[in-house]
Each structure stands twice: as C-alpha cells, then as structure tokens.
T-cell receptor, first 110, second 114 residues
C-alpha cells in the first residue's frame, strides 16, 4: 500500500526565514512524487514534481529514496507563500492513482 | 483557456438520496479522475477514467460510480447517501493516463448530507 505522511499540520515562519515542509512516503515500487499547493480561494495546483528537478517560485524538493522523503524547501519565505501544501505520490501502475498527504498549512508572518 | 469546470459548486442532500456531480476537463485532456476531500484531510482517490473506460478505482463502496462521455466529460454518482459522504469532491484532468502527466484540478463540488 502507498502512503504519504506530512507530520506538520501547521508551520509558521517569519518572512525571510528558511522553510522546510516535511514529507515521507511508503511505496514498494518506483515512486513519482509531487508537491501541490492551494492558495486561499484558489484551486489545488501542481507546484513541482521530482522528475523535473526544477525550482518553482524558489521552492525545491529532492527525492531521497534511502530516507523515503521528499521535503519541500525554500531558503527565504515570502508572504505570498502562505498556503496549504500537499505532498503526493503517483503509483507505478497503468493508471493515475495519486495518494495525497494530509497537508501542511504554511503561514508566513510579516 | 478554461480550466477544469465542475458543477454544481454546492449541494445539500438528505441521507438516502442520490447525487450526480459533473466535470468538464480541459480541452484535449482525455483522462478524468475523481477525488474526495474530507475536512482536514488530503484528497482521496475515487476513480480514474481514460478514453471512456474505468482505469482505476479507490477504496470506495459500490454506492460510488462514475462514467465518462465521448466528449471526455464525466459524472460521479453516489447512491444512498450517508452523513459521512459530506465532503469536497474534486475532479482532475490530464492529457494522458501515464505517470508523466500531472493533474489539473477543478474548484470542486461541496456536498453536504443532512
């Protein structure tokens, strides 16, 4: 069974401080990991995925297969980063079952 | 370019009733997935349809069913509603059924069962 764990429901940081949103996963195959974000009054949208190895809005995430983690990081938090963040895992089967974590609310304090 | 559209936005039903939720994918997207999001939880996979065929099903009872039409729009049906079915139902579309195809979500339908 695949599982995604986000241990923090709420993470509060000051503007300019580093941010790390934790995500651990459990999956027996080769995972595809994502971070989705939901800003206030907006729809859930893709932030980044591990296969792209890109930085979006200053955020990066590295897949660590040894620690089964996919933590989301940003060196300097901005107020506009305040949102709900979901870590997600897609199965390796022929269809798109995506398992989401319970989400972490990031609150950036001015 | 229009995103994924869902209707209705809100719905109130009574226990035991049936409900139909609708989703129109982004133009050109052939895959539609349905997710249930209970308050305080992440979205939970219900179904995926691709080219009008069911490709995957989550751990939901048979009261939940769905279909996809030739224009790739989709309906989610829930029979014999229970209080626990109260949730935000999200539809997501993608061009393909494969792994390398991120999901594009609609705004959801908020279902309240009383």
């Amino acid at each position: 069974a695949q599982r995604v764990t986000q241990p923090e429901k709420l993470l509060s940081v000051f503007k300019g401080a580093p941010v790390e949103l934790k995500c651990n996963y459990s999956y027996s195959g080769s995972p595809e990991l994502f971070w989705y974000v939901q800003y206030s009054r907006q729809r859930l949208q893709l932030l980044l995925r591990h296969i792209s190895r890109e930085s979006i809005k200053g955020f990066t995430a590295d897949l660590n297969k040894g620690e089964t983690s996919f933590h989301l990081k940003k060196p300097f938090a901005q107020e506009e980063d305040s949102a709900m963040y979901y870590c997600a895992l897609k199965n390796s089967g022929g269809y798109q079952k995506v398992t989401f974590g319970t989400g972490t609310k990031l609150q950036v304090i001015p | 370019d229009a995103g994924v559209t869902q209707s209705p936005t809100h719905l109130i039903k009574t226990r035991g009733q049936q409900v139909t939720l609708r989703c129109s994918p982004i133009s050109g997207h052939k895959s539609v997935s349905w997710y249930q999001q209970v308050l305080g939880q992440g979205p939970q996979f219900i179904f995926q349809y691709y080219e009008k065929e069911e490709r995957g099903r989550g751990n939901f009872p048979d009261r939940f069913s769905a279909r996809q039409f030739p224009n790739y729009s989709s309906e989610l049906n829930v029979n014999a509603l229970l209080l626990g079915d109260s949730a935000l139902y999200l539809c997501a579309s993608s061009p393909y059924s494969s792994r390398n195809s991120p999901l594009h979500f609609g705004n959801g339908t908020r279902l309240t069962v009383t």
